[in-house]
């Protein structure tokens, strides 16, 4: 007997396996237990669709910076230890057992890297991938700290144990973890920015020490709560206690500041313009001065303006950038970041940092 195929057949037949898939579903006899794997067909078609999803969307990813910086690869280094590496491991850090009991599980990238461009990785890290655990970053627009955590992994195959952990931890590396109080949140703090607050590998983390105690403890507590986006600080800081935050503004304000060596190769007219833009401003464009506010009288007047000078002037210039994309959003800095050019903004960065104390 022959059956003639009608439009009506061919949709009651739709509808007929549509309400038997959800009967299926809702029966519970689909075992969604991680023990059991997925089937062979499954983690081919989820892990082509991943592929092809991160390889498209990556498409629309800006440039990476130079991923063979060091400062850069310190950055993302310390966060891979506190954040990635219990479920991916690290050189000398395999990866912990009970990840690899998830379906599917994570890769292990103490054995390996996957063969993913800077791009794709940046996506992936940024985003995260849905039914993997795999979460997307804490502050997605802060894409300097995402490449920080792309160079990082770009680097992880080649580096060898004791590489990864001077990398990771700075002075920190070899010293014994755990602790209490006060100072196992110091120590925590230390392996990016040293106990003397003068940071460590170039220009990768920004000094701290010297500065006054109401601008630390406020940034803290801006990190600490979100309202100033950062993932390299929101994981430390967020679970610790307003004294404990206290405890570590007053630790850091509280350590000799020391300048930067002079920018002997900063350009001669890079510096006049950024000396001109901190003491004269650009009234053109409405610009004041910067010493206006982070000179010496106007810190004295108001001890929770920071001091620039002898900071980093890779981080000084980030930080305009920053103000300038509305991701920090104190409204007076944000004005000034949008009326600052990038040129201009990296001549007074360069000023600053090449100050050993402002007027």
Same mark, same amino acid.
């Given at each position: 007997m022959t059956i003639r195929l009608t439009w009506r057949r061919l949709l009651a037949g739709a509808i007929g396996l549509g309400l038997g898939g959800l009967l /299926?579903? /809702? $029966? =519970?006899? /689909? %075992?969604?237990? !991680?023990?059991?794997?997925?089937? +062979?067909?499954?983690?081919w078609l989820l892990h082509g669709a991943m592929r092809s999803s991160?390889?498209?969307?990556?498409?629309?990813?800006? !440039?990476p910076p130079p991923l063979d910086d060091r400062a850069l690869q310190a950055r993302g280094a310390g966060h891979y230890a506190e954040?990635?590496?219990?479920?991916?491991? +690290?050189p000398g850090q395999p990866q912990n057992p009970a990840m690899q009991r998830s379906t599917p599980p994570p890769p292990d990238f103490s054995a390996g890297l996957d063969e993913w461009e800077p791009k794709e990785l940046f996506r992936i890290v940024q985003h995260g991938v849905r039914y993997t655990g795999m979460p997307g970053w804490i502050a997605p627009d802060?894409?300097?700290?995402?490449?920080?955590?792309?160079?990082?992994?770009? &680097?992880?195959? +080649?580096? $060898?144990?004791?590489?990864?952990? #001077?990398? #990771?931890?700075?002075?920190?590396?070899?010293?014994?973890?755990g602790g209490q109080g006060v100072e196992a949140a110091l120590a925590d703090c230390a392996r990016c920015h040293n106990r003397d607050g003068l940071g460590r590998d170039g220009a990768a983390f920004p000094r701290l020490a010297g500065l006054p105690e109401d601008y630390l403890l406020s940034s803290?507590? #801006? /990190?600490?709560? =979100?309202?100033r986006p950062s993932a390299l600080m929101q994981l430390p800081v967020g679970g610790l206690d307003d004294a404990m935050l206290q405890a570590l503004a007053r630790h850091y304000a509280a350590q000799p500041a020391a300048p930067q060596p002079a920018g002997a190769d900063v350009p001669p007219a890079m510096l006049e313009v950024g000396a001109r833009i901190a003491r004269d401003g650009l009234p053109a464009a409405q610009l004041p001065a910067c010493l206006s506010c982070h000179g010496g009288a106007a810190? &004295?007047? %108001?001890? !929770?303006?920071?001091?620039?000078? =002898?900071?980093? +002037?890779a981080y000084l210039e980030g930080q305009l950038a920053l103000f300038r994309d509305g991701q920090r959003r104190e409204p007076v800095m944000r004005a000034i970041g949008d009326r600052l050019t990038a040129g201009q903004a990296r001549a007074v960065a360069a000023w600053f940092a090449t100050q050993a104390e402002t007027p």
């Open positions: /299926f579903v /809702f $029966s =519970g006899l /689909f %075992n969604v237990a !991680a023990t059991g794997g997925h089937w +062979a067909v499954t983690d991160v390889r498209t969307y990556s498409l629309l990813v800006e !440039a954040g990635c590496a219990p479920c991916h491991g +690290a802060r894409h300097d700290e995402i490449w920080a955590m792309v160079a990082l992994l770009e &680097a992880l195959p +080649a580096l $060898s144990p004791q590489a990864y952990r #001077a990398l #990771a931890d700075g002075e920190m590396a070899g010293r014994p973890q803290l507590r #801006a /990190f600490a709560s =979100g309202d810190r &004295a007047r %108001n001890p !929770a303006w920071p001091r620039l000078d =002898g900071q980093h +002037a």
